[in-house]
């Protein structure tokens, strides 16, 4: 795959732990965030998504929390697995005037490992 | 449903040499967007098409140039390439600008030598 990995973030856990990937974003105008999954050689893939006017939201085995305050958005997955490992994107849209066109700004990324 | 593809796989040009990567997708989306990832930088918006026939500059448009005259298929055209081109490019589509999840097609790495 890619080395998209370069210089990158990188988090390593052991298989069955809990993880929690933090992202600052940079807009306070920015009204939906979304986490990307990105396995190398692939796509980025839709995770979860949470709207500016929530500060949680849970899905299978992941939450992701929003502190508006310090700009601030975490992904927790539970129970961490093996096929887990990957490159984990956050994603913000900001909504100027209604017309954003759905256009997102990608943040770094962060590499996660999972060891068995 | 396919969803986001895009071809070619892979290419390998030599400076100055033109190309079109073409992405399409099958699940009637308006919006489209091409990106392009280098490492540690994360994903950057070249162009994006709010619909067919229209096209708008995005993060790092110079060098690149994009077609929508079908609403399924994006074009991203290089004129002339450069080593900075040399990157992987990633194709996406979205449905509502009101919920703006992007499905990803699966890239193409391009490099200029």
């Known amino acids: 795959g890619e080395s998209v990995g370069l210089h990158l973030p990188t988090l390593s856990v052991q298989e069955g732990d809990n993880s929690i990937i933090n992202c600052a974003y940079s807009?306070?105008?920015?009204?939906?965030f979304i986490w990307y999954k990105q396995e190398s050689g692939k796509g980025p893939q839709f995770i979860i998504d949470?709207?500016?006017?929530?500060d949680k939201r849970q899905g299978q085995r992941v939450t992701v929390l929003l502190n508006k305050t310090v700009k601030h958005l975490s992904l927790q997955i539970a129970a961490t697995q093996p096929g887990d490992s990957a490159v984990y994107f956050c994603?913000?849209?900001?909504?100027?005037?209604?017309?954003?066109?759905?256009?997102?700004?990608f943040g770094q990324g962060t590499i996660l490992t999972v060891h068995p | 449903n396919a969803g986001v593809t895009q071809t070619p796989k892979f290419r390998v040009l030599k400076t100055g040499q033109s190309m079109t990567l073409l992405c399409a997708q099958d699940?009637?989306?308006?919006?489209m967007y091409w990106y392009r990832q280098d490492p540690g930088m994360g994903l950057r918006l070249i162009h994006y098409?709010?619909?067919?026939?229209?096209?708008a500059k995005g993060e790092v448009p110079d060098g690149y140039n994009v077609s929508r005259l079908k609403k399924q298929n994006f074009l991203l055209g290089l004129e002339s390439a450069a080593p900075s081109q040399t990157s992987v490019y990633f194709c996406?589509?979205?449905?509502?600008?009101?919920?703006?999840?992007?499905?990803f097609g699966p890239g193409t790495r391009l490099t200029v030598l």
């Open positions: 949470i709207r500016s006017n929530m």
């Open positions: 699940m009637n989306h308006e919006y």
């Open positions: 098409s709010v619909g067919e026939g229209t096209t």
């Open positions: 994603a913000e849209n900001m909504n100027a005037g209604g017309t954003s066109y759905g256009k997102l700004t």
């Open positions: 996406a589509s979205s449905y509502l600008a009101g919920r703006p999840e992007q499905f």
């Open positions: 807009n306070s105008a920015s009204d939906y």
